[in-house]
């Protein structure tokens, strides 16, 4: 028998906020148990459940292990600027004038994370 990822769990100082952006840019939602001061945050959503736990120390150095995400019904672009607006900031852009690459974001607390081309941008262009 195998495992399965059950959450992604990320370390925070303010485990509620932090859910709260990333259940916007997932389109989840935050468990109905949790609630602001709450040590420990469920994001809830159709596929892996985002676990977000406070610790002390803030981020320091580069992630290790980070999410890349597909948008499903705009594109590439369009979801940088929805997640800029959700909170998060620009940290590389590898995005290339013949529309492939993907761009760097960065949580509202510093957590990298990468949002690639949709399926749709990705079939126009051959992969």
């Not at 370390?11 to 935050?30: I, M, N, Q, S, T």
């Not at 945050?41 to 980070?66: A, C, D, Q, W, Y």
């Amino acid at each position: 028998m195998t495992s399965l990822v059950r959450h992604v769990t990320f370390d925070c100082r303010d485990p509620y906020a932090l859910a709260g952006f990333w259940a916007e840019a997932v389109g989840g939602k935050r468990s109905d148990e949790d609630a602001p001061g709450d040590d420990e945050v469920l994001v809830e959503n159709t596929s892996v459940g985002l676990l977000f736990i406070r610790v002390p120390e803030g981020k320091e150095i580069k992630n290790r292990l980070h999410l890349d995400l597909q948008p499903q019904d705009r594109s590439r672009d369009e979801e940088v600027d929805r997640l800029v607006a959700l909170g998060a900031k620009l940290a590389d852009d590898r995005r290339r004038p013949d529309g492939t690459g993907w761009a760097v974001l960065a949580d509202p607390e510093g957590n990298e994370f990468c949002v690639e081309r949709s399926v749709a941008e990705r079939s126009a262009t051959g992969g």
